[in-house]
Nanobody, 117 residues
Framework: EVQLVESGGGLVQPGGSLRLSCAAS????????MKWVRQAPGKGLERVAA????????YYAASVKGRFTISRDNAAHTLYLEMASLKIEETAMYYC??????????GGQGTQVTVSS
């Protein structure tokens, strides 16, 4: 059974930073591309960043490019998202998911990021 457990969210002031983690189990993590998606209140899912199975290629949404960094540790079966210079409008539930493309969440509970002064 695929399990994805997101963590690291919280309350941060505008301009602040957070590091999200996604612990994966139930599948061969190192053979899957992975992504982070988010859902802001009242809005649909948005693909934020993605990374290939061995980390050779990445994707970033235009709105986060230069501020967010996606990475992975295949030995630890963990996906990361480093977020810097956070904006109020980036308040959302963040989910990790299998795959490089698409906007579907991965079935985990997500981690809430709230950017507020």
């Amino acid at each position: 059974e695929v399990q994805l457990v997101e963590s690291g969210g919280g309350l941060v002031q505008p301009g602040g930073s957070l590091r999200l983690s996604c612990a994966a189990s139930g599948f061969t993590f190192s053979t899957y591309a992975m992504k982070w998606v988010r859902q802001a209140p009242g809005k649909g899912l948005e693909r934020v960043a993605a990374i290939t199975s061995v980390g050779g290629s990445t994707y970033y949404a235009a709105s986060v490019k230069g501020r967010f960094t996606i990475s992975r540790d295949n030995a630890a079966h963990t996906l990361y998202l480093e977020m810097a210079s956070l904006k109020i409008e980036e308040t959302a539930m963040y989910y990790c998911a299998q795959g490089f493309f698409g906007t579907e969440a991965g079935g985990g509970q997500g981690t809430q990021v709230t950017v507020s002064s």
